[in-house]
């Protein structure tokens, strides 16, 4: 009778550390889509729309979560909930993130009058890690 070693490494933890890089991996790939979104959104609204950049950062803001929401739910986390479930959980962990981004481009822009660009790029850096926590460990549960 074989006994197993204790110091062996479990190959089951190491599945599932494995598949948890590849979700954090397709978590970036898929926030960063959703990000680029809403930064072409708020360009292109700026530029050729003339809104002031709060403005525009919250209409692109909707275009990335609608991206966002996709991508998470169907290949990130790969959740078979249903929408009536998901979607209300998820929009609760956005509102927080879309007030983090308000407070960052209102301050960046309007307070410090730094570029909307650069200003939106912080607020990008702030968001992910939060949402992936919460996305992770209530919304697609």
Do not use: C
């Not at 525009?56 to 979560?65: E, M, P, Q, W």
């Not at 960052?104 to 730094?114: A, I, R, Y």
Request: proline content about 4%; hydrophobic content about 50%.
């Amino acid at each position: 009778m074989a006994t197993s070693d204790p110091s062996a490494p479990d190959r089951a933890s190491g599945f599932r550390r494995l598949s948890d890089v590849r979700r954090l991996v397709r978590y970036v790939i898929a926030g960063s889509t959703a990000a680029g979104s809403h930064l072409a959104t708020l360009t292109l609204l700026v530029e050729l729309g003339g809104l002031r950049p709060l403005v525009a950062s919250t209409v692109g803001f909707g275009v990335g979560l609608v991206v966002s929401y996709t991508l998470q739910r169907r290949w990130v986390f790969a959740s078979l909930g249903r929408h009536r479930t998901l979607l209300p959980r998820f929009l609760t962990v956005i509102a927080v993130a879309l007030l983090l981004n308000t407070v960052v481009v209102h301050l960046g822009t309007e307070v410090l009058t730094v570029h909307y660009a650069l200003v939106q790029l912080v607020a990008f850096g702030l968001i992910p890690l939060n949402n992936y926590v919460l996305n992770s460990l209530w919304t697609f549960r």
